[in-house]
Structure formats: C-alpha cells, structure tokens
C-alpha cells in the first residue's frame, strides 16, 4: 500500500497570507486528491489533480483560492491562497489505492489563520 | 449522487463492551464498495473495514466487524471488546465501482469514546 508523507503537520498564518502544503508518495500514482475537513466536520473533496493536467474541482472551490501542481506522479502540493479564517481546517492529500482498497491518506495539515 | 447518512454524532461505550455504528447510503449503483474508516485525535484516517457491494458475506478484520444489508442500504460497523485505542471519530465512505479512480463520498462521522 502507498505511504504518503504530507508537510507541514500544522501551521498558524496570517489573514491574507498563502500556505503551500506538499505530499509526497512513495509509488507512482495517477491521481491525488485534495480534501478539506472543517471542525468538527466530514471530509470534502476540494479537487482531484491528474499528472500533465489542470487539476478539477469540486463545486465551490476554485482554482484561484486553491491552486494545485502536480509536477510529477509521485508529488503534488495545494495552495490555500488569501487566507482567512473561515479557511481554517485539517486538509489531506489521498491516493486511490484500488477499489478494493479504498483511499490512503496523508497525515493532514491542521491550518489555522488568524 | 451518491448520500451517506450516519445518524450518531456521538456514541460512548465501556472498555470491553460492544458497539454498534449506523451508517446508511443512497445509490442507483448496483457496483460499488463501502468503508469504514477511523480518525483519531492524530488526524490520521485509517482504513478500518472495506465490504464489497457485490459480497453477501459480512467483512471481518479482528474485532470489527460489518453488518451488510444491501436492499436496506445499511453498513453498520460493530466494534467487540472496546479498547481505550478504539477512541476516535468514524466515518462510513462510500465508493462507486466501474472506475479506478472513483470518488470517495463521506459520512459525516461518529465520535466514539471508550470509558475505561
């Protein structure tokens, strides 16, 4: 199964600042996919990032406040951009691993904007 | 679209008792996969459970089990001999088949905590 190193664990930023989170994995994997759990909430799928392609998001989140790269099949970074506090949340980064298998996940990055 | 409805915010069990957490899901989907996963204070997801739409058969993996009732889109997770470890937020995840790379709807959790 893959393993997924996601940095920073956590982070506190300023309002209007941009944070930039990474995860590495440690086999080649077709897509990513970026989640945001609010407090106390469930998971949401923000967007799914394919190698050598814009990422696509899910509705309500765009490009601009979260863009994505995916330079290679093993990497992939998300940025939250202009934060404000509303944006403070775990956000994990996920592989498929196979149907049958369901997803890996990243260790999150709790982010907090003050 | 895919839903998946778990109806217990909060549950709360003894150490070594047993405890059962709802899940129920809508789909037109007749291929498809279910999941529980668990999160504890460390953020980490961990896969618990997986069951396979098109299995009868109830998954099992030590003391965690499912109840599958596929006509009734139910997936329960019972959890025998509670353990302080097994405090956590659970969530129950649905998985459409037909594709690799299909996406992952979430329940919208469980806070289980054992008492010792």
């Known amino acids: 199964s893959a393993v997924i190193s996601q940095k920073p664990s956590r982070d506190i930023c300023q309002r209007g600042t941009s944070l930039t989170i990474q995860c590495q994995v440690d086999s080649q994997v077709t897509m990513m996919f970026w989640y945001r759990q609010q407090p106390g909430q469930s998971l949401t799928l923000i967007a799914t990032a394919n190698q050598g392609s814009e990422a696509t998001y899910e509705s309500g989140f765009v490009i601009d406040k979260f863009p994505i790269s995916r330079p290679n099949l093993t990497f992939s970074t998300l940025t939250v951009s202009n934060m404000s506090p509303e944006d403070s949340s775990i956000y994990l980064c996920?592989?498929?691993?196979?149907?049958?298998?369901?997803?890996?996940f990243g260790s999150g990055t709790r982010l907090t904007v003050v | 679209a895919q839903t998946v409805t778990q109806s217990q915010p909060e549950m709360s069990v003894q150490e070594a008792e047993t405890v059962t957490l709802s899940c129920t899901y809508d789909t037109s989907e007749n291929n498809y996969y279910l999941f529980w996963y668990k999160q504890p204070p460390s953020r980490q997801m961990i896969l618990v459970i997986r069951q396979e739409a098109y299995k009868q058969q109830n998954a099992t993996e030590n003391r965690f089990s499912v109840n599958f009732q596929k006509a009734a889109k139910s997936f329960s997770l019972k959890i025998s001999d509670s353990q302080l470890g097994d405090t956590a937020m659970y969530f129950c995840a649905f998985l459409p088949g037909g594709t690799s790379y299909g996406k992952l709807t979430f329940g919208q959790g469980t806070i289980l905590t054992v008492h010792p």
């Open positions: 996920s592989v498929n691993r196979g149907n049958n298998y369901g997803y890996t």
